[in-house]
């Protein structure tokens, strides 16, 4: 167990999902070295349907179909895939007669994590994100890791972990409020790879029409020189009244951005998580290309998706639905209540 770390009486593995696949594969090697830096065992689950139908399973392997035969040898090469990928890791393996989504999702209500790859076996390469990394990020109940971006990002040679920080997470108190699930994963990342995070808060300054919502950074969009002629007047070298205050109204969602970010980071100081670099970057803009713009230097990004208690639907977001299918790196959905 790496130094610093909580130990408890019951140690919960990282849970892989593997099905042959390329993408499954670079899944099984991110999830192995996750499992080592944390000093956790990697459990290993394969899902296949046919028990459930067949439901006899003989004993010798030339009695054995064919579907039990495939099955079996996925999860012997991806537990010996795991074992030279990290030598001192302990492996388990799980064959699963369930579907995919539902098998991973049971997994992961006693895992660490649940990583998968960005699409399986059998799925269109021109999908953008498969059915079942989809519906587990949706879903899980733990944080879900779906490796996918460039190569160079998957390895982890950026040394650099960004989490999203989302103007919800903005605590009401002078006292700094508990890191969020999202934030404290983060730091834990970046601590356990020896790198920096780099905390992104999206913001926008908001048009005339647009003063007095609640909640609002802003909402402004560009319309070319209509939002000029709006902003802006010039009589001479002179500016308008209107030109003033928006400017000083971008200054102060500048502002407003920064304190963001150094409340959220100061309140993971205040609940004794240990340092680690942090750059903070408030951005002007969507939070979606704030977020994809930092992917491309990242190992990791993570980002918090709302579990609502009674609800059983997708529960991601627009923001976390474009980053998993558009991110150059690794994504982790991190649930928070």
């Known amino acids: 167990m790496p130094a610093g770390e909580a130990v408890g009486a019951v140690e919960l593995p990282v849970v892989v999902g593997v099905d042959g696949s390329d993408a499954?594969?670079?899944?099984?090697?991110?999830?192995?070295?996750?499992?080592?830096?944390?000093?956790?065992?990697?459990?290993?689950?394969?899902?296949?349907?046919?028990e459930r139908y067949e439901g006899y399973i003989p004993g010798t392997a030339a009695d054995r179909p064919a579907e039990r035969l495939h099955s079996e040898a996925v999860l012997a090469i991806a537990a010996e895939r795991a074992g030279?990928?990290?030598?001192?890791?302990?492996?388990?393996?799980?064959?699963?007669?369930?579907?995919?989504?539902?098998?991973?999702?049971?997994?992961?209500?006693?895992?660490?994590?649940?990583?998968v790859g960005s699409r399986g076996r059998g799925e269109f390469a021109s999908l953008?994100?498969?059915?079942?990394?989809?519906?587990?990020?949706?879903?899980?109940?733990?944080?879900?890791?779906?490796?996918?971006?460039?190569?160079?990002n998957v390895r982890g040679g950026m040394n650099r972990v960004v989490v999203g920080i989302a103007e919800r997470e903005r605590p009401g108190e002078q006292e700094p409020a508990p890191p969020s699930a999202a934030v404290a994963f983060a730091l834990r990342e970046a601590r356990l790879r020896g790198g920096e995070l780099e905390a992104v808060h999206a913001w926008r300054c908001a048009g005339p029409e647009d003063h007095g919502r609640p909640g609002n950074h802003g909402g402004r969009e560009a319309h070319g020189a209509h939002e000029e002629q709006g902003a802006r007047e010039v009589y001479g070298?002179?500016?308008?009244h209107g030109a003033r205050e928006t400017q000083n109204a971008r200054e102060a969602h500048e502002r407003r951005a920064a304190e963001l970010l150094d409340e959220t980071l100061g309140g993971a100081t205040a609940a004794g998580l240990p340092p680690v670099p942090v750059a903070h970057r408030p951005v002007e803009g969507s939070a979606r290309k704030a977020l994809l713009d930092a992917s491309a230097h990242a190992d990791l990004l993570v980002v918090g998706a709302r579990r609502r208690q009674g609800h059983f639907g997708m529960q991601l977001g627009l923001v976390n639905h474009a980053v998993l299918h558009h991110a150059k790196c690794p994504v982790a959905v991190v649930p928070v209540s």
């Open 24 to 50: 499954a594969s670079d899944a099984l090697d991110w999830a192995a070295e996750m499992a080592g830096r944390r000093g956790l065992p990697l459990r290993v689950v394969h899902a296949s349907l046919w």
């Open 84 to 115: 030279r990928r990290v030598p001192a890791l302990k492996v388990m393996t799980d064959l699963a007669a369930d579907d995919a989504v539902t098998a991973l999702l049971r997994a992961g209500k006693s895992a660490e994590a649940l990583v």
């Open 128 to 152: 953008l994100l498969g059915s079942v990394g989809l519906g587990i990020a949706a879903r899980a109940q733990c944080p879900v890791v779906v490796v996918r971006g460039r190569p160079e």
């Open 237 to 240: 070298t002179r500016e308008t």
